[in-house]
């Protein structure tokens, strides 16, 4: 137990940006070093390692990103900032766009995704329109992370979730799907109360036709999108998400007729060794019986009740904070399995660790690729961020947990 529990706290210490003086590595080596230390020091047995890695989740993400890296190859989403670039729009809607539809986009695509390909065209508009960028670039990383409430596919914790919980892709969707909207609202609502100023002052420059380097639509455009589309009907209808999006990558390899070494050689490995090594680490863990020691203690509050929700959802908001959302969903789910008739405590912690990301700068991936990627336009200092991600979180919170709370009680969820 003791072994286990040092060799993950110096995983985590690594994995959390905190790098070690006498090590030099980052989060992909932190947590195969890991894996490796957990089978030396008989913690896990090389057999163990195979079973105790999600591979459901592995395989989702790896067939998302070969989905998705074929729309972006195709001009998807920069055939997207064109269309809508057409209508030069104001401010107001043009975050009003940010909002929506990037928010939307990330259900669906994983938040981080969106933000890595909308990040550099959030910059030509800026600079374009001589916009105010803080709310611009605080609306993209928050309002990514709360559209990826609305399906298992929109964060990684969720897909994690979506693999344990067994509950239905559709369903799932129709429950949180109303909370998305809300949540994104409030978001919306919140940049306009609270950056008023920024906006009341923003002059309209002129804007030449052209000014935007949008690059040239390739002719696997409508492919992509239809194979796209076949992907998300499956997902709503053929229950097994990996496979669905495994398939939908390699139909996109087939009808593409070319050598698919340049999709793959942009599909991001660092990320799925590190979710693999991840699972590893927290599968020691509970080997070794630590998971049941930390869990002790919280067990009889989390219960499949209103109260139960409520007091679940603010642990785990603190919980995201302090450990990052995917390993703490790992060591919470353990916990959440064995509550009968657990279905309100998954969407609750779905929920509540996706939003979690909202509350600081480091509480979420997407945050960090925004912030950091738009350094060069605006510096975004940790307690800027707070001042919008605190009231954010809580509102969003309040209201999302609410209305779970009403489904509870009418009998629409269990």
């Given at each position: 137990?003791?072994?286990?529990s040092?060799?993950?706290?110096?995983?985590?210490?690594?994995?959390?940006?905190?790098?070690?003086?006498?090590?030099?590595?980052g989060?992909?080596?932190?947590?195969?070093?890991?894996?490796?230390?957990?089978?030396?020091?008989?913690?896990?047995t090389?057999?163990?390692?195979y079973k105790?890695?999600?591979?459901?989740?592995?395989?989702l993400?790896?067939?998302?990103?070969?989905?998705?890296?074929?729309?972006?190859?195709?001009g998807?989403?920069?055939?997207?900032a064109e269309?809508?670039?057409?209508f030069?729009?104001?401010?107001?809607?043009?975050?009003?766009?940010?909002?929506?539809?990037?928010?939307?986009l990330?259900?669906?695509?994983?938040n981080?995704?969106?933000?890595?390909f909308?990040?550099?065209?959030?910059?030509?508009?800026?600079?374009?329109?001589?916009?105010?960028?803080?709310?611009?670039i605080?609306?993209?990383a928050?309002?990514t992370?709360?559209?990826?409430?609305?399906?298992?596919?929109?964060t990684?914790?969720?897909?994690?979730?979506?693999?344990?919980?067994?509950i239905?892709?559709?369903?799932?969707?129709l429950?949180?799907?109303?909370?998305?909207l809300?949540c994104?609202?409030?978001?919306?609502?919140?940049?306009?109360?609270?950056?008023?100023?920024e906006?009341?002052?923003?002059?309209?420059p002129?804007?030449?036709?052209?000014?935007?380097?949008?690059?040239?639509?390739?002719?696997?455009?409508?492919r992509?999108?239809?194979?796209?589309?076949?992907?998300?009907?499956?997902?709503?209808f053929?229950?097994?998400?990996?496979?669905v999006?495994?398939?939908?990558?390699?139909?996109l390899?087939?009808i593409?007729?070319?050598e698919?070494?340049?999709?793959?050689n942009?599909?991001?490995?660092?990320?799925?060794?590190?979710?693999a090594?991840?699972?590893?680490?927290?599968?020691?863990?509970?080997?070794?019986?630590?998971?049941?020691?930390?869990?002790?203690?919280?067990k009889?509050?989390?219960?499949?009740?209103?109260?139960?929700?409520?007091?679940?959802?603010?642990?785990?908001?603190?919980?995201?904070?302090?450990?990052?959302?995917?390993?703490?969903?790992?060591v919470?789910?353990?916990?959440?399995?064995?509550?009968?008739?657990?279905?309100?405590?998954?969407?609750?912690?779905?929920?509540?660790?996706?939003?979690?990301?909202?509350?600081?700068?480091?509480?979420?991936?997407?945050?960090?690729?925004?912030?950091?990627?738009?350094?060069?336009?605006?510096?975004?200092?940790?307690?800027?961020?707070?001042?919008f991600g605190?009231?954010?979180?809580?509102?969003?919170?309040?209201?999302?947990?609410s209305?779970?709370?009403?489904?509870?009680?009418?009998?629409?969820?269990?």
């Amino acid at each position: 137990m003791i072994k286990a529990s040092l060799i993950f706290l110096m995983t985590y210490i690594i994995i959390s940006g905190r790098r070690l003086h006498f090590i030099k590595i980052g989060r992909p080596g932190g947590v195969l070093l890991g894996t490796v230390l957990m089978v030396l020091f008989g913690v896990l047995t090389p057999q163990d390692v195979y079973k105790v890695i999600n591979w459901d989740t592995v395989f989702l993400l790896l067939g998302m990103m070969i989905v998705v890296e074929h729309l972006a190859e195709a001009g998807f989403f920069t055939s997207i900032a064109e269309f809508f670039n057409r209508f030069n729009p104001s401010p107001r809607i043009l975050l009003a766009f940010i909002v929506f539809g990037t928010g939307l986009l990330a259900g669906f695509f994983v938040n981080d995704i969106v933000c890595i390909f909308f990040t550099p065209l959030l910059i030509i508009w800026i600079k374009e329109r001589k916009l105010p960028p803080l709310p611009f670039i605080i609306a993209l990383a928050t309002s990514t992370n709360i559209g990826g409430i609305i399906t298992f596919t929109g964060t990684p914790q969720n897909m994690i979730i979506g693999s344990i919980s067994g509950i239905n892709f559709t369903r799932y969707f129709l429950i949180m799907f109303p909370i998305g909207l809300l949540c994104l609202s409030i978001n919306y609502i919140l940049l306009i109360t609270l950056f008023k100023k920024e906006f009341n002052s923003w002059v309209k420059p002129e804007i030449k036709t052209g000014v935007t380097p949008v690059p040239r639509v390739e002719t696997g455009l409508k492919r992509s999108v239809f194979i796209t589309l076949l992907v998300i009907i499956g997902f709503f209808f053929y229950g097994n998400l990996p496979f669905v999006a495994l398939a939908g990558g390699s139909f996109l390899f087939v009808i593409s007729n070319r050598e698919e070494s340049k999709i793959l050689n942009r599909v991001d490995w660092n990320l799925l060794l590190f979710f693999a090594g991840l699972f590893t680490v927290i599968g020691g863990l509970k080997v070794s019986g630590v998971i049941d020691n930390i869990l002790y203690p919280i067990k009889d509050f989390i219960q499949p009740t209103v109260m139960g929700g409520w007091l679940l959802g603010i642990v785990s908001i603190i919980g995201s904070n302090l450990f990052a959302n995917v390993p703490y969903v790992l060591v919470i789910s353990e916990s959440v399995k064995d509550v009968s008739n657990p279905e309100f405590l998954w969407l609750t912690l779905a929920f509540t660790t996706t939003i979690a990301g909202n509350l600081t700068i480091i509480g979420a991936i997407a945050n960090i690729i925004v912030i950091d990627r738009t350094k060069n336009i605006r510096e975004v200092s940790f307690m800027e961020f707070l001042k919008f991600g605190l009231p954010s979180t809580i509102l969003c919170f309040i209201v999302g947990q609410s209305v779970l709370s009403i489904y509870k009680y009418s009998g629409i969820i269990h």
